[in-house]
Structures are given as C-alpha cells and as structure tokens.
C-alpha cells in the first residue's frame, strides 16, 4: 500500500489525550497513512491502556520499536519484575484484553528501516553498527521475543553488563547489550562503552562522557537518518541532521513531538 504521509511519534508515555491532539493536528487518516512509534508506549502518563488499545485498532497504518518502558511492562504483566512507582500501568495490567495486547507488542521489533533513508530505535544506534547491522541485530532479540518461552528472555534481560560490544559475544550477554543500546543508550566513555548513570543534558554532563551521536559512525551513510527517543532531556537538540530526537518530554508538561517524514517538518502539541 502507498501512504499519504508517513509519520513517526516520539515516546507517548500512555499520554493518550495528547496522542490524539497531535494526530488531529496532523490531520491523520488510519485509511491514508502511517504512523511509527519510537518506542516507550506505555508508563508514566494517565491511560496506557487506551493508547495501547487504539494504536491495536490502527492495524497496518501503525507500526512501533519497543522501548525500555514497553519491554518492562512485558516482564512486570510475567510477574517478573515488579511496577515501578512513577508507572501508572495497573489499568492496564487489570485489562480483560491484557494477553492479547502484550503478544500484539511482543511482535515488533527494537529497531526497523521504515524506508531506504530512515531507521527507528528507541535510544538510539550504537557507534560500531551500521543501520543494516542494527536491524539484524534486532532480529536476533526479536527471535527470542516472539517465542513461545519469551519469558525466558525476559527474565535474562536486566543488567548493566556487557558494556562494551564484540562480534564474539553470545548468549545472554549478546543479548543484554543489543537491548541495553537499542533501549537505554544515551552516552558512553571514551572507549565506547555504555554508561548508564547519566540522564541530564548534554552540558549538565561529565566531560568524561559523550552523547552517542557525537562519537564517529564510519558505517552511516550520508543520506541516512536515525530517529529516535528515550531522551526527553536533548530537548531536539543532537547538532547533527543524521540523528531526529523526538522525546521532547510530554510526560514531563513539555511537548508530545511527530515527524512529517515527507516534509521533514516536526508537529508539536504542547502537555
């Protein structure tokens, strides 16, 4: 199907209201367009169950990568971790439809090439991966996501470490650092390894840290843009037309922000 307008939302946050303030203002047809999520659907706003409803009800029109907050809600709806106190995910965890919701989630990817010139990733794409090298390496994790025993990814998926990436790593290690940069990255050290503590701006940071986008990707072709979320702090600002952030903090009273991918235009709508 050929779309009208292609567009991608940063993190909704369970912000339903504003979600469909946006789309109204984008003049969003479920009929004639696409809408991609960065990932991070659900948490911290006022009905995650409704966003998650209607964003099902969109069927082909709508396609998402997951983020930290939606790969922990699968492991807290598995009882395997428990809900943190800023979420405000019990509605939904008390939904009637919450299986059906949770495997429609569990089918999509950490990241995806939406076209030839655009990638989507929750937090980002680590230094050493091409975009192709990311999709692939999403794939692996989506494997394990999309089995029947997925609990058993999700129960190895928390930790810190590996910090740093290598070819050779395998298992649940490989596995473990694939979603920590696909989900948590925002800056790492000198030697490229993630670092995880550090959640502010750019200048309200170390110097022994860099944001991700700043440190040198050989494999990015010119042409290429990675969108992303995860990091309401940047406020939008990456400095590098490469990289779109499109968290801009909605949840935190600022804006919900959507990128028209046709006219490269952002569409804001303020909390």
């Given amino acids: 199907m050929t779309y009208r307008n292609t567009f991608v939302v940063g993190d909704i946050q ?123 390496l999403s794939d692996e994790v989506s494997k394990k996501l999309q089995s029947k025993h ?18 050779k790593l395998e298992g649940e290690s490989r596995t473990r650092f694939i979603v920590n940069a696909c989900t948590r990255m925002r800056f790492l050290h000198a030697d490229t390894s993630l670092e995880f503590e550090t959640k502010t701006h750019p200048a309200q940071a170390s110097k022994s840290v860099v944001p991700w986008f700043k440190v040198d990707n050989l494999h990015l072709k010119a042409q290429e843009q990675v969108l992303f979320g995860h990091w309401a702090a940047l406020n939008s600002e990456t400095q590098d037309d490469r990289f779109v952030a499109l968290d801009t903090g909605y949840v935190w009273g600022q804006e919900m922000t959507m990128l028209d991918v046709n006219t490269g235009k952002l569409i804001q709508v303020h909390a």
């Fill in 150 to 167: 997925y609990t058993d990814f999700l129960k190895n998926m928390y930790g810190n470490t590996p910090v740093k990436w290598s070819d």
């Fill in 14 to 136: 369970g912000c339903y209201s504003g979600l469909q303030r946006l789309l109204e203002k984008a003049k969003f047809s479920a009929d004639k367009d696409k809408l991609f999520a960065v990932g991070d659907l659900v948490a911290r706003g006022e009905d995650s169950l409704s966003t998650l409803r209607f964003l099902k009800s969109l069927g082909s029109s709508f396609e998402t990568v997951l983020g930290n907050h939606d790969l922990h809600l699968l492991a807290v709806a598995n009882k395997i971790r428990k809900p943190k106190k800023a979420d405000n995910l019990q509605p939904l965890l008390d939904a009637p439809d919450l299986k059906a919701l949770l495997d429609w989630l569990r089918q999509f990817p950490l990241a995806k090439k939406i076209n030839d010139n655009h990638t989507i990733v929750h937090a980002g794409l680590y230094p050493h991966w091409s975009t192709d090298t990311l999709v692939s």
